[in-house]
């Protein structure tokens, strides 16, 4: 027969399952490639490798210790390979601008709304935004760069308007209002506020607060 020389490089041998290796999932079930890696030491407390990306070219990989009884962690250790591709974020209206790796987690956050205005929404890249609708939330970095927008709507105001006595004016939703009534008139002394009163803190005290409503309110 034919003899054909073989060839040999980087040979590892064990004995035992124990092994580290890196893989191409967050998971040891999720993972569709691996390399094994070379231990250089090996203790109850830690494990040091001669990394050997293999086939791995840069980027994420996820390491896995395997123990003597084939035990392993199914979530593996995030690590980067190489030079980590960064992408850009830009935050309009807001802070949380940079580059980042994918994967990472960015705290955003609006800008303080105008005068009259309120945060109303994140609009542009927002598929990776935790909540769209909160002013200080998180965005997970995609492999792309990626703008966001805050975005400001005019706060709500509904008029109060208050006969006899004073705190008339347009107020947001659970404002605070002071409400007094007028001096009564002589021989007389003040009774009660009427009409729109179910806000009202006590509609037997002249001297009172309102808290506004969703609505407009009339009181006497």
Do not use: K
């Amino acid at each position: 027969g034919l003899n054909s020389p073989l060839y040999w490089d980087e040979i590892y041998i064990d004995t035992t399952q124990s092994r580290v290796e890196i893989g191409n999932a967050a998971t040891w079930s999720g993972c569709s490639h691996r390399e094994v890696q070379i231990p250089s030491s090996w203790s109850s407390s830690s494990v040091s490798i001669d990394v050997n990306t293999g086939s791995f070219s840069n980027g994420t990989a996820y390491l896995y210790v395997v123990d003597s009884s084939g035990a392993v962690n199914s979530s593996g250790y995030q690590i980067t390979i190489g030079s980590a591709t960064t992408y850009t974020l830009t935050v309009n209206s807001g802070s949380g601008d940079g580059d980042y790796t994918e994967s990472t987690v960015v705290d955003i956050d609006a800008d303080s709304p105008p005068s009259g205005q309120e945060f109303d929404e994140w609009i542009g890249d927002t598929s990776e935004i935790a909540s769209v609708t909160s002013a200080s939330t998180t965005i997970t970095m995609p492999a792309s760069a990626a703008e966001i927008t805050a975005t400001y709507e005019s706060v709500a105001t509904y008029a109060l308007t208050v006969n006899s006595g004073t705190g008339d004016g347009n107020y947001s939703q659970s404002a605070v209002v002071d409400i007094d009534a007028d001096a009564a008139p002589s021989g007389m002394l003040f009774d009660a506020w009427t009409g729109d009163t179910s806000n009202i803190s006590d509609v037997n005290d002249p001297s009172g607060t309102l808290i506004m409503p969703a609505s407009s309110q009339e009181i006497t």
